[in-house]
């Protein structure tokens, strides 16, 4: 039975992939000039949610690194979750509110240059992203061992699709969910406890 601090972390690393599969139900398909103060407005209002997204891979590691494997693994996870962070909030505020600012203003000549500037920075959050995941999953699995294996296969997956699909609905929405099931399924696996801790409690043979 999953302990009451397990289902806690599970609601904060849960909460930003579900807002944002919220979001992507919401989220216009395509920029025209009628949707462009409900795209601008939705990602103003997505700009502090994206960036916890990460959270899940965040609080699994919280604490001093180590000096040794499990500690740059650490720091590597924070690093790319730090990319993410940084670089799809840059998506974001690209392609999301100054896109749809200039087309509600009537600038559609500038919104191709926007998208294409935006996609990169998206690409090289997701990067990040995919990098804080494997290291995420590489130090947990060494103190978790398999146990990790369906959570995190499932985040590999959800940083795949999350390459060109955004929060857009469908797929983009699927692979918010798909992060919410990856992080929960992560919790669950590292709230009983390591290896190590499982030696200690295995009595000695006689």
């Known amino acids: 039975m999953t302990s009451l601090p397990a289902l806690r972390t599970m609601a904060l690393?849960?909460?930003?992939?579900l807002l944002l599969a919220a979001a992507g139900v919401m989220h216009p398909r395509h920029l025209t000039a009628a949707a462009a103060d409900h795209w601008a407005v939705l990602h103003i209002?997505?700009?502090?949610?994206?960036?916890?997204?990460?959270?899940?891979?965040?609080?699994?590691?919280?604490?001093?690194?180590?000096?040794?494997?499990?500690?740059?693994?650490?720091?590597?996870?924070?690093?790319?979750s730090l990319c993410y962070a940084?670089?799809?909030a840059g998506l974001d505020a690209v392609a999301g509110i100054s896109a749809g600012v200039v087309v509600g203003h009537g600038v559609h000549g500038a919104a191709g240059g926007l998208f294409a500037t935006g996609d990169e920075l998206g690409r090289a959050g997701v990067c990040g992203l995919a990098v804080a995941v494997l290291a995420t999953c590489?130090?947990?699995?060494?103190?978790?061992?398999?146990r990790v294996l369906p959570?995190?296969?499932?985040?590999?997956?959800?940083?795949w699709s999350f390459w060109d699909s955004h929060i857009f609905w469908?797929?983009?929405v699927f692979t918010m969910l798909g992060f919410a099931l990856g992080f929960a399924l992560l919790t669950v696996a590292t709230?009983?406890?390591?290896?190590?801790?499982?030696?200690?409690?295995?009595?000695a043979n006689p």
């Open 13 to 17: 690393v849960t909460v930003a992939p």
């Open 45 to 80: 209002a997505l700009l502090p949610v994206f960036p916890f997204l990460a959270l899940g891979l965040v609080l699994p590691l919280w604490g001093r690194p180590r000096r040794d494997i499990e500690g740059a693994l650490t720091v590597l996870a924070w690093a790319g």
């Open 86 to 88: 940084a670089y799809y």
């Open 138 to 146: 590489a130090l947990l699995g060494r103190r978790h061992g398999i």
């Open 151 to 159: 959570g995190g296969a499932i985040l590999l997956a959800a940083c």
């Open 170 to 172: 469908p797929r983009g």
């Open 191 to 203: 709230s009983g406890g390591g290896h190590d801790a499982t030696l200690r409690k295995t009595p």
